[in-house]
């Protein structure tokens, strides 16, 4: 553990600056928004810490784990970013220690786009991340599998259901806590400079550019397309049926 926390060391920038991580269920804008943070606070999006694959060996569903790590790489001050897609319950007992240290950005999407671009994105990825299904439905109403449980602490019912609590966790959980804030991936894509001046309370620095990027800035924006507008409307009404309460708290219906 030791060796792996001092591997750690060849990421830090030149700038300290305090420690952020950003969280999202997967498909729903992450890199957008750790690049907008990037660009406009002075932090690094490329290369970022990355706790998505357990390169470092460590036992993940071991809360003193995470926090340890955490503690370090806050108490190094990196500039570089700590990207997630766990769910809040990894950080059980341990998310108010964490950020006394660490400010946590959590974005969310409405469901129907996360399900057709991560469709997409496990039916072309070169292990077996999640279910490989053809059909968009199917994809929805299948169990999450491979590589996708490693975020897991328990299973779910289908990828709908996954993304609900997933979302509904870290959403519920910010109400009160000020160091972790919840952003709206359409927010940040229609009302760039807005979204974005309204974090500034959580650095340290003003913003310095509130450009909207160029568009390739927004990976997930750009796998878009190969669905038909039934396969939309059919997706949609699945996730209104399956999640629906919590798209609707979340403006989503």
């Known amino acids: 553990m030791r ?16 420690a952020v ?10 890199h957008f928004l750790m690049n907008a943070i990037a660009r406009s606070y ?3 999006a490329k290369p970022w810490i990355d706790f998505d694959h357990h390169r470092i060996p460590m036992n993940y569903y071991l809360p003193g784990n995470l926090a340890a790590i955490l ?31 660490t400010t946590i950005f959590y974005i ?6 996360v399900m057709l671009s991560f469709r997409r994105f496990v039916r072309h990825w070169h292990w077996r991340e999640g279910p490989s299904r053809d059909d968009p439905l199917a994809f929805a109403r299948a169990q999450p599998e491979g590589h996708l449980l490693r975020y897991q602490m328990e299973q779910r019912p289908n990828m709908l259901h996954r993304w609900a609590a997933h979302v509904d966790g870290w959403v519920g959980t910010a109400a009160n806590r000020p160091r972790l804030r919840v952003v709206r991936y359409d927010d940040l894509k229609d009302d760039y400079a807005a979204t974005l001046s309204s974090l500034a309370d959580l650095f340290d620095i003003p913003p310095r550019d509130l450009t909207p990027p160029p568009p390739d800035v927004n990976v997930v924006a750009r796998a878009v397309g190969g669905e038909t507008a039934d396969d939309r409307a059919a997706l ?3 996730a209104l049926a399956e999640v629906g309460a919590i798209m609707r708290s979340l403006g989503y219906a």
């Open 3 to 18: 060796k792996a926390l001092a591997d750690l060391r060849f990421l830090a920038f030149p700038t300290a600056r305090p």
């Open 108 to 113: 969310h999407r409405d469901p129907v786009s």
């Open 42 to 44: 002075g932090y690094v």
């Open 71 to 101: 503690a370090y790489m806050a108490d190094n001050r990196a500039a570089n970013i700590i990207k997630s897609h766990h769910a809040v319950e990894f950080f059980d007992g341990i998310l108010d220690d964490v950020l006394e240290r």
């Open 236 to 238: 949609r009404e699945l």
């Open 21 to 30: 991580m950003v969280v999202s269920h997967e498909r729903s804008g992450t």
